[in-house]
């Protein structure tokens, strides 16, 4: 099998398992942004998510160039959270893919530590593209939990555009 396929098989085959959405193509058209309202209604898919799991979390929602649109805190959650849910949303919006792809490349060694030194890239789980009809027009970013639990919430608010 070419390698193309079967690198393609192996990406398919683990996001049918994992949390984690597939990564949207690189060239991901950039749509027009997010509105007030969508972001209201991801991040609060995303907090119905932590609080159902009893987790304090910061959820940020950021338009197609990294840009706050929306803010949440949760009651108890970590200060430190505050900006790390913003930049996770602003790294997944401007490098169109989950921060987990950057947490993975840094957690292969090697070369992939290479990611350490791109300006902006968070390689921590919990950033997540938000895509609509084929385009990038924002990114949720949650901070609070393990990466685990800020992975599973900020998808639960990326899903509340679906």
């Given at each position: 099998?070419?390698?193309?396929?079967?690198?393609?098989?192996?990406?398919?085959?683990?996001?049918?398992?994992?949390?984690?959405?597939?990564?949207?193509?690189?060239?991901?058209?950039?749509?027009?942004?997010?509105?007030?309202?969508?972001?209201?209604?991801?991040?609060?898919?995303?907090?119905?998510?932590?609080?159902?799991?009893?987790?304090?979390?910061?959820?940020?929602?950021?338009?197609?160039?990294?840009?706050?649109?929306?803010f949440?805190?949760?009651?108890?959650?970590?200060?430190?959270s505050?900006?790390?849910?913003?930049?996770?949303?602003?790294?997944?919006?401007?490098?169109?893919?989950?921060?987990?792809?950057?947490?993975?490349?840094?957690?292969?060694?090697?070369?992939?530590?290479?990611?350490?030194?791109?300006?902006?890239?968070?390689?921590?789980?919990?950033?997540?593209?938000?895509?609509?009809?084929?385009?990038?027009?924002g990114?949720?970013?949650?901070?609070?939990?393990?990466?685990?639990?800020?992975?599973?919430?900020?998808?639960?608010?990326?899903?509340?555009?679906?």
């Amino acid at each position: 099998m070419p390698l193309k396929r079967t690198f393609a098989a192996l990406v398919l085959a683990s996001a049918a398992f994992a949390q984690t959405p597939l990564v949207p193509p690189a060239n991901t058209p950039y749509g027009t942004p997010i509105s007030s309202d969508a972001a209201k209604k991801i991040a609060a898919a995303a907090i119905a998510e932590a609080r159902k799991n009893n987790w304090a979390m910061a959820v940020a929602v950021v338009d197609t160039g990294g840009y706050l649109v929306y803010f949440e805190r949760m009651q108890d959650t970590q200060l430190g959270s505050v900006e790390v849910s913003i930049e996770k949303a602003k790294s997944a919006a401007l490098f169109r893919r989950p921060t987990k792809s950057f947490q993975d490349t840094v957690a292969g060694g090697g070369e992939g530590l290479r990611i350490l030194r791109l300006t902006g890239a968070i390689p921590v789980e919990g950033g997540i593209p938000i895509i609509v009809d084929g385009k990038l027009i924002g990114a949720v970013g949650a901070s609070g939990g393990s990466s685990d639990q800020d992975g599973r919430t900020a998808q639960a608010g990326a899903a509340a555009m679906k």
